[in-house]
């Protein structure tokens, strides 16, 4: 079992940057896929970067590409965002979501994460 910790959000100005942690409790990170996820007010969640148990693929939503980085330390067992070039469409709850690794890569489908952690606010002020 693992649970998430996400921190980092906050309010900024269109064209800045933010950087997201997420801390995962357990001594099996290595053994989950890891990915991040938001929601805005009267939307649907929706899948942002995944990245695989390694750290050696990533893979991001059109919307983030080029702009967005997503990153993790096993070591630390931490996951990151990081986030460039913020307009006010990314306005919204981050959430940082486990999965166990499996056959298929990335996985897009928040149904299929077992673990979330509880969100952190990102406010881009245009």
């Known amino acids: 079992q693992v649970q998430l910790v996400e921190s980092g959000g906050g309010l900024v100005q269109a064209g800045g940057s933010l950087r997201l942690s997420c801390a995962a409790s357990g001594r099996t990170f290595s053994s989950y896929d890891m990915s991040w996820f938001r929601q805005a007010p009267g939307k649907e969640r929706e899948f942002v970067a995944a990245i695989n148990w390694s750290g050696a693929s990533t893979y991001y939503a059109d919307s983030v590409k080029g702009r967005f980085t997503i990153s993790r330390d096993n070591a630390k067992n931490t996951v990151t965002l990081q986030m460039n070039s913020l307009n006010p469409e990314d306005t919204a709850v981050y959430y940082c979501?486990?999965?166990?690794?499996?056959?298929?890569?990335?996985?897009?489908?928040?149904?299929?994460?077992?673990?979330w952690g509880q969100g952190t606010q990102v406010t881009v002020s245009s």
């Open positions: 979501a486990a999965v166990s690794i499996g056959r298929s890569w990335p996985r897009l489908n928040e149904r299929e994460y077992n673990y």
